[in-house]
């Protein structure tokens, strides 16, 4: 059996402090404007099944566009870093695309695609790809050379060789930016659903500050924040596992 991972005591007494300066305040002022912890907690109850799913609307579109965002980074991400010209070609392209806040494209998107989801999905796509393929390409770029004389000594074809040595040697680099891109497509999906209001939690969390149910806006940010760290977490061990002989040999090494 695996040891029972240890408790952080301190991280559990910094959340009850803030909690508990939270709820102090709260009963201080006394207003609907200002609700605390318990009024949250009891907004969360009530609104439970209206944020779970509304939830589901958001991480369908966080995950669709992570997915379409993958199949462009990997393939397209490792040919440029390992095709000089094609590399020199793209890299003013990201440089440019990547200064972009993605809301200033939400216009742009609903002049095309109106304000469903196949718009909030393309600014999802736009605010993952440029900086997906920046962290890609430079993880190939910084692979050894012995690699690529490897390759050649096998006299592998340049597809071959792509596949067979450089997604491998680059894989710690990509699967760790991917797991940062999860967390922001989350986050920039949210963004979408508040500026291009129809449904999901982002949604949800601005319809409820403009009736003025700060309880239930409170109740939908603190969903995010638990099913962002759920995510997370399990990407963690998603990223573990599949590079458990990465970290191995790092253990190893040392």
Known sequence: MRPLPAIN??????????LGVWQAAAWHYDTVLFPGPWQTAQAIVANFATIAGEMGNTLRRAFTA???????????GIA?????????VVDPMLEFLVTIPPPAIIPIAMLFAGVGDTAKIAVICYALIPGGLINTIETVRQAPPMLERVGRSLRLRRIESMALIDLPAAMPGIVTGLRLAVTASLLVTITAEMLLSTNGIGAFVQRS???FQVAAGLAGIVAIAIVGLTV?????QVERRLLHWHYRAGISET
């Open 9 to 18: 005591l301190w991280g559990v007494l910094s959340i009850a402090v803030v």
């Open 66 to 76: 992570f997915g379409l965002s993958v199949l462009v980074i990997v393939p397209f």
């Open 80 to 88: 440029c870093g390992r095709l000089r010209p094609l590399g020199m």
């Open 209 to 211: 500050q403009q009736s």
């Open 232 to 236: 997370n977490l399990g990407l963690r």
